[in-house]
Structure formats: structure tokens, C-alpha cells
């Protein structure tokens, strides 16, 4: 599976993957949260683990309605693939140094 992702290494090839199911693409920062399908915000993932970033999403709002804020999504990356290995999610009051949300989604 690691080789797999890590022979896609361009938008075009991810784009493939999704087109042979072997990817989907999705945003970092979902609709429900005024993400944008635009470059920045899109990854692409897995099927396997669409399921589970719904379910980090379901948990980030439900922080954001607790009053948490300062919301951080953030793909890593090995060497040149186009499949982050991991998503960190993080939010947390602005108010407050202690407390909040923080979901690691890994991938591969």
C-alpha cells in the first residue's frame, strides 16, 4: 500500500486513482465549515479513510460548538506523494491555554 501511495506523485495521477476508485478527493476543511474546493484546501485520500475524516469532521464541530476556535488542518506529506500519510486537526479556545481538540487521521 505505501508504495502505491508513494507513486502518486502528481495531481494528475491522484486524479486517476480517483477515477479508478482508489482515491477520492476531498477538502481539508470541509464545506460545512466554508471550505473551498480550491487547490490549498484538497487533498486526496484513501476511501478507507473518507469514513474516518467524516467522523474528525463530526468531532471538529461539535469543539467548534463547545466555543473552541483556532481551528488547524493540516496534511503531512512523505518525500513527493500526493496522499498525505497523516491529517492533523487541531482547535482550541481563544481563550484559554489549556483544553481542546486535537484528531490525527494516518493514512498510510
Not at 27 to 43: C, F, S
Not at 60 to 74: D, H, R
Amino acid at each position: 500500500m505505501h508504495k502505491l501511495f508513494q507513486s502518486i506523485d502528481t495531481k494528475e495521477k491522484a486524479e486517476a486513482a480517483c477515477d479508478d476508485g482508489s482515491l477520492v478527493k476531498t477538502l481539508l476543511l470541509p464545506e460545512e465549515l466554508g471550505g473551498k474546493d480550491i487547490p490549498p484546501n484538497v487533498v486526496y485520500i484513501p476511501l478507507f479513510a473518507e469514513a474516518l475524516k467524516k467522523r474528525s469532521v463530526d468531532a471538529l464541530i461539535a469543539a467548534i460548538e463547545k466555543g473552541m476556535a483556532q481551528v488547524s488542518i493540516i496534511p503531512d506529506y512523505k518525500d513527493n506523494s500526493f496522499v498525505p500519510f497523516r491529517i492533523v486537526t487541531t482547535a482550541s479556545y481563544p481563550d484559554r491555554s489549556t483544553g481542546g481538540y486535537h484528531h490525527e487521521l494516518n493514512i498510510w
